[in-house]
């Protein structure tokens, strides 16, 4: 064996690296597997084991993967890790270096139901104020269940056992699967248009896959809508699913459900008993005192003489007859002097005294206004009158009829000799009628 042929540890490491980084299989890688021994360092790196039934690898998640992540996963959750495959050659070990982390199965179920649970839950489906009372003795119970399943046989075993006067109905449903959701749905529908007084949604128990129906929103919200007060018994008791969480009253089993929906016959039977042993009691307690106080009626004197029963009773009857009479007549009597004030003001008040008096000013007002108008009228027409006759004695025409004429050259009437001249044809105006002539001479006799 040769020098050439012998490696360092660390050589070995870098040559094995060398193998991993080159191989495109190992580049991206999708596993499946179960996480163990994880532990989150304060640096924000995630250390961990991914594990099956057979064999166990290592891993590791930097801290910037880390705070992409939903939910860092927990000790013992299914996961699917897409990665690469690296060699860590301090450890001289390979691992798997994770660049996202998914719950795998039941791991993606519980935060499906987690993130539902708290929308529900956020948007108040969850109130203990949204909860109907169950009715003490309900008359007919629905339940929404499989009539091939052990819950049916348990719950028609414990209404017999607890109270067998109860009218039981069941709606066969599909309580698994797909198809379920909508049969599950569709019976809780019919179950609330019954008008029953209880209806049950129950099953047993399973895995959260075989449970998952009555995780589902739609399912949960049909619960919450119901009318009927509603019991769910879903599972065990370690099982919760959402619809526990928005029904009425959640029941841990089928059987526990039947017990919450109906009394039990014999503590009702016991308790009739006892109230009956009870009443009698009572009653004949209630018949020797009711004895003992007639006896003691008996040699009551009144009874003795029945006229004093009611003498008194009477006698306050006409004093408080006196009284409401009198009462009443002094109530009247104040009513009637009230009326009387009142309209005496009212007959004050009333406008018809002055109406009267301002149609008596108003009328001596007329009789004033009339006489001096009569009065103004005499003394204007005596005032025409003379102005008339100033006019008249002023009035050209007046004049003419006394002999006077006036003389007028092209309409302009002549007060002068020098508005003329010879050959002018002249109008001489007289008191009827006119006079046209010719200027043969112009004398002025100055």
């Known amino acids: ?3 050439d042929q012998i490696l360092t540890v660390s050589a070995l490491s870098s040559y094995i690296e060398e193998k991993f980084v080159r191989d495109p299989y190992l580049e991206r890688v999708f596993i499946k597997g179960e996480i163990s021994n994880s532990k989150l360092h304060s640096s924000g790196i995630f250390y961990f084991t991914l594990k099956d039934t057979h064999a166990t690898i290592r891993g590791i998640m930097f801290s910037n993967k880390v705070k992409k992540l939903k939910k860092l996963p927990e000790e013992g959750d299914g996961v699917i890790i897409e990665g690469t495959i690296t060699v860590f050659k301090s450890g001289g070990y390979y691992q798997i270096t994770a660049n996202d982390i ?3 199965g039941q791991g993606q179920l519980y935060e499906k139901l ?3 649970k708290k929308m529900l839950e956020e948007k108040g489906y969850f109130k203990s104020e949204y909860k109907k009372a169950l009715p003490k003795f309900p008359k007919d119970i629905i339940l929404v269940t499989s009539k091939t399943s052990a819950a049916y046989n348990d719950m028609i075993n414990a209404v ?3 109270f067998p006067l109860t009218k039981v109905k069941v709606l066969n449903t599909l309580m698994q699967g797909q198809k379920s959701i909508d049969s599950v749905i569709k019976n809780l529908e019919i ?4 008008q029953a007084d209880i209806v049950i949604l129950a099953r047993g128990g399973g895995s959260i896959e075989d449970l998952w129906t009555f995780n589902e929103l739609e399912v949960a919200k049909k ?8 019991i769910t018994a879903i599972g065990h008791e370690t099982d919760t699913t959402l619809v526990d969480y928005v029904s009425d009253k959640r029941a841990t089993t089928p059987t526990q459900a039947i017990e919450l929906a109906l009394f039990d016959q014999y503590y009702l039977l016991d308790k009739i008993a006892e109230d009956d042993l009870r009443l009698k009691k009572l009653v004949k307690d209630k018949l020797i005192q009711k004895e003992t106080q007639l006896e003691s009626y008996k040699n009551y004197y009144k009874f003795r003489m029945p006229t004093r029963l009611y003498d008194q009773h009477i006698q306050k009857l006409v004093y408080k007859k006196d ?3 009198a009462l009443y007549n002094t109530h009247f009597n104040n009513f009637q002097n009230k009326y009387n004030e009142l309209n005496y003001e009212l007959k004050l008040l009333t406008p018809k005294n002055k109406i009267q008096e301002y149609k008596n000013i108003n009328n001596d007002f007329k009789k004033t206004l009339t006489n001096e108008m009569n009065l103004i009228f005499v003394d204007s027409k005596s005032k025409v009158r003379h102005k008339l006759e100033v006019l008249s004695r002023l009035n050209p025409l007046e004049i003419l009829k006394r002999g006077y004429s006036f003389t007028s050259l092209d309409d302009k009437v002549l007060k002068s000799v020098n508005e003329v001249k010879q ?3 002249l109008t001489i105006h007289v008191s009827d009628g006119r006079i046209e002539t010719k200027v043969t001479e112009v004398i002025d006799d100055e």
Do not use: C, I, W
């Not at 179950?191 to 019954?194: C, L, R, V, W």
């Not at 619960?223 to 509603?230: A, E, G, H, I, Y």
């Open 102 to 104: 998914e719950l795998d």
């Open 423 to 425: 050959g002018d044809a």
């Open 323 to 325: 009284q409401l009479n």
């Open 114 to 116: 987690e993130k539902n």
């Open 160 to 162: 017999t056992k607890r």
């Open 191 to 194: 179950a609330d248009n019954h």
């Open 223 to 230: 619960v919450f809508n119901m009318t009927t007060p509603t």
């Open 1 to 3: 064996m040769s020098k």
